[in-house]
């Protein structure tokens, strides 16, 4: 009955504010109503919803304490030019108070390719770091205990080879496998789907991983073997709900292939981790955290029997949004940014990357740098948002939008179990062409100025062309071509040859781990060009077949 | 730029020039393609067409490569929609070929349909009679079989194919009514999905039904075309048509039809032109139009005065 | 006649985002252009031969990685090499102000770095396609 009067009540507000409204036409079309009450959460069961943190469905965290424990990881993405300018920049990341390291690789050190092939002309050192062979990884992190750091690596396609790099590296340091924490990115649906850093096709591609998932089980245990990453589905310009649909309807394929390869869902879905974006709408971000939680939740337990608690929990790193930043008025970005943090930080992540400012105009620089990770230091310590967990549950908004956002995750997750699983739907191009409809919405939205992006179409003015932007020299290229021909000439050829022979052999065989044998060719010191050149031999390319 | 010694000389600036012209449909077309006209009739053409998604593209792209081993020139017209709304178009069918793009001894273009007045299938005839002269020796037409023009399209071709994949649903049945009596041969590509034999006996019932000829049963081939699988079974398919055209002197009469029916589309084409310049920039015009509106005449007597004044 | 502007649209390098290139063919093909639109990961080469082959108005090119002032002057040379001299060549993506005036001095006729509006590169299309 409390409900009739409520909904009367709701009825009488309507009416009284819809004329005043009248005058605000730009304001009417968004997405979400102008208020919410408890009319729009009828039937909720806290108990059922939301839980408590720690516990299934995990909707308000996945640790009993969040934040009042420790902080999320503050995990800085760097990486640029060379493996000795790199590892400066991890040094001072380190003594500036973060917390974890994140790798970014060039691009050709992502697809397989050594610094001196063709294809990686004017690529090597421009947006991550060179690494050619182990001996790069040694400079990388030399003088960086790999027992006492955790480390993550933005590597997919040839994540395999990086990975028996930093365990080889581990082993000159006299740290043994199990002792490594870390994460590999490893997510090759989404490289197919929106981030275009593949090799070989998803067959073999999908072996590579649950091979990674096998021998990490036994090896090294601590290891996140996959972050199943919905940031760059989000970059590509999908919606909030399509990002985490499409990413837990990833997330299924791997441990479907797992279960298929032989594996118990116990054994490794543990070491399962997801990468979300953390964009500007705040509130509806937080809701897109807490609500994927929830998916992931049921889905393992429900989809897939997984008993321990562990398997069940979505753990999340999380970057906030690069697509976001404006090159106008680059400092307003440090606002942006620092919103995207409170969202994160509200929705439970694990760790968090912060963007730079100048972001959209090049690599960041050193002081842009700690201002990023300085503005995750002051909502951590300053703001209040982390000294209670999970602090907008109950909202009427949120709540709402929570279930909203779930709703209609299920409802892709459906549509792409339908069309036969994420492999399928990919291959048909479903998943690419829903994210590109939304990418052009936003797009024409943007320039109709139906949505206002500060400085960008509204509030702009005339601006200077920004200075000390960090470059990349141009002579990167030659000096890792002169590092692998170095390389070429001091170590013991016939060992590299042995090695990538085995490999060839091993890749033909479908039955065999091939992370042993890539690990015994990193020792070895072949390259990564070299090692990726066999796998292309016998796996072949993958060739995208892009429908627009 | 002399696009016709171009042409005949093997530059490929020239030849994708020329496609320009016939395209845009710029008045020095016409003596271009009067000039190269001896030089054609060596080509053998290939039509390919099929539902949206049967991934003739990468069909096309293996069966270029397969011609390439046997040392042959190939070129390959791929035609796509455009947009009735805007008039533009997206070309996406090369980007599965872009193997091809490097090989000298392939050439690719991309056509959009355009708006133009059942023109299109005449401006294709001319592209591959420049690809021709060009010294071309298999030319594969690629066109997504949807509607008439396309039918009309891959109906200038010596073999046609028509390319199914299963788990289509009810889509077949409606494709089925029109595109599946063209197919000189058929290829259901993606071969290792569900639903493969299914579609294999619909289609061996409906050739049953609609006999294609006396002589010549179209054959049905399975195909991978993403791992290049029974692409080989495909080209010697091509092969033995080819080859029962030759012999049965059905190619001879096939390619005579086809200038007959050419000729009177162009025919039709220049009259259709000159009476609507005639009719729609003659003094008065308007004036009957708005005749027309206020039913003072009715169209059936100005259609009788048209035609006469043309006609006399 | 029956004229329309062709536009390649292309990826060089190797980077893999192409929701700039979609959405620039999407709103290109909207304005009433020609689209041919051949992905990512592409050589200069491959741009080029391309381009012979589908005698377009215009390359446009999109590039994240930093690699332009390699890849696009490549590209624009290349072009001259095949005697593809009106053929306007333009270029986008997270391009620093400073590489302008570089990549114009090497053929680039402009550049649109991100927040350009798609309209304004249809319009600057339509302005210097002879």
Known sequence: MANESLKAGFQAYTAKVEKSLEKFPERKNLESNRLYTPLDIEGFDYEKDLGFPGQYPFTRGVQPTMYRGRFWTMRMYAGFATAEESNKRYRYLLASGGSGLSCAFDLPTQIG?????????????????????????????????????????TINAPASVLLAMYIAVAEKQGVSPDKLAGTIQNDILKEYAARGTYIFPPKPSMRLITNIFEYCSKHVPSWNTISISGYHIREAGSTASQEIAFT????????????????????????????????????EEVAKFRASRRIWAKVMKERFNAKQAKSQMLRVHTQTAGSMLTAQQPDNNIVRVALQTAAAVMGGTQSLHTNSKDEALALPTEESVRIALRTQQIVAYESGLADTVDPLAGSYYVEAL??????????????????????????????????????????MQVEKGERVIVGVNKFQIEEQAPKNLLRVDASVGELQKKKIADLK???????????????????????????PIILDAVRAYATEGEICGVMREVFGEYQASTTL | MDIVAGVLSGSRLALSRGITYVENEYDEAVDIMRKLYPHTGNAYVIGITGPPGAGKSTLTDKLAKEYRK??????????????????????????????????????????????????????????????????????????????????????????????????????????????????????????????????????????????????????????????????????????????????????????????????????????????????????????????????????????????????K | MEKRIRVLVAKPGLD????????????????????????????????VAASVQEDVNVVALSLLSGAHNTLFPKVVEQLKEKGLNDILVIGGGVIPDADIPFLKEHGVAEVFTPGTPTTKIVDFIKENVK
């Not at chain 2, 355009?114 to 294709?124: C, V, Y």
């Not at chain 2, 420049?130 to 399209?153: C, K």
């Open chain 2, 70 to 311: 046997q040392g042959k020139l190939v070129g390959i017209v791929a035609v796509d929609p455009t947009s009735p709304y805007t008039g533009g178009a997206i070309l996406g069918d090369r980007i599965r070929m872009m193997d091809l793009t490097m090989d000298e001894g392939v050439f690719i273009r991309s056509m959009a349909t355009r708006g133009s007045l059942g023109g299109l299938s005449q401006k294709t005839a001319d592209v591959v009679k420049l690809m021709d002269a060009f010294g071309m020796d298999i030319i594969i037409i690629e066109t997504v079989g949807v509607g008439q023009s396309e039918v009309d399209i891959v109906k200038t071709a010596d073999t046609t194919m028509v390319v199914m994949v299963p788990g289509l649903g009810d889509d077949i049945q409606a494709i089925k009514a029109g595109i599946l009596e063209i197919g000189d041969l058929f290829t259901i590509n993606k071969a290792d999905r569900d639903g493969v034999d299914k579609l294999n006996i619909e289609l061996e019932m409906m050739l049953e039904l609609n006999p294609k000829g006396v002589d010549w049963r179209p054959p049905i081939n399975r195909t991978i075309a993403e791992k290049g699988e029974g692409v080989v079974e495909v080209v010697n398919s091509i092969e033995a048509h080819a080859a029962y055209l030759r012999e049965s002197g059905e190619l001879a009469v096939r390619r005579k039809d086809r200038l007959k029916s050419e000729l009177f589309t162009m025919v039709n084409d220049r009259i259709v032109r000159y009476i609507a310049k005639q009719v729609l920039e003659a003094e008065g015009f308007e004036e009957t139009l708005v005749n027309l509106q206020n039913r003072v005449i009715d169209p059936y007597t100005v259609v009788n005065k048209i035609v006469s004044d043309v006609l």
């Open chain 1, 113 to 153: 390719y050594d610094s001196d092939h063709p294809m990686a002309e004017g690529e090597v050192g421009k947006v991550g770091v060179a690494i050619d062979s182990l001996a790069d990884m040694e400079i990388l992190f030399d003088g960086i205990p790999l027992d006492k750091v955790s480390t993550s690596m």
């Open chain 3, 16 to 47: 893999g985002h192409d929701r700039g290139a979609k959405v620039v063919a999407r709103a290109l093909r909207d304005a009433g252009f020609e689209v041919i639109y051949t992905g990512i990961r592409l050589t200069p080469e491959q741009i």
């Open chain 1, 489 to 515: 000439a001091r170590r013991d050829n016939a060992k590299v040859e042995a090695a990538l022979a085995a490999l060839k052999t091993a890749c033909a065989d479908e039955s065999v781990n091939l992370m």
């Open chain 1, 248 to 283: 837990i309807a990833d997330g299924i394929a791997y441990v479907e292939a797992a279960i298929k390869a032989g594996m118990d869902v116990d054994d490794f879905a543990g070491r399962l981790s997801f990468f979300w974006n953390a964009h500007n709408n705040v509130l």
């Open chain 1, 402 to 443: 929570t279930n909203k956002i779930e709703a209609e995750a299920w409802e892709y997750i459906k549509k792409i179990d339908e069309i036969g699983g994420a492999p399928a739907a990919i291959e048909k191009g479903y998943i690419q062409k829903e994210i590109q409809e939304s990418a052009y919405k936003w797009q």
